[in-house]
């Protein structure tokens, strides 16, 4: 069995905006909308949990400005 790990080397803060920029192409999707909602508020959910994780760990990485 393969087992993925995330790479060591991508900060919690480009792991956010990546899950970001998922949350915007689940409402975007050709889906309805009850799922496109679901799989926004689960990557919503997501970057919120890696925002604090990374505002805890003092991490040197620049913030993200929301546009």
């Known amino acids: 069995m393969v087992k993925l790990t ?10 956010a905006a990546a899950h970001r920029a998922m ?3 689940a409402l975007a999707s050709n889906s309805s909308e009850c799922v496109r909602y679901r799989r926004y508020h689960a990557h919503m959910r997501l970057v919120e949990a890696l925002s604090r994780a990374a505002d805890c760990d003092g ?9």
């Open 23 to 25: 949350a915007f192409a």
């Open 59 to 67: 991490s040197s990485a620049p913030r993200e400005v929301n546009a």
């Open 6 to 15: 995330v790479p060591s080397h991508r900060s919690r803060r480009a792991r």
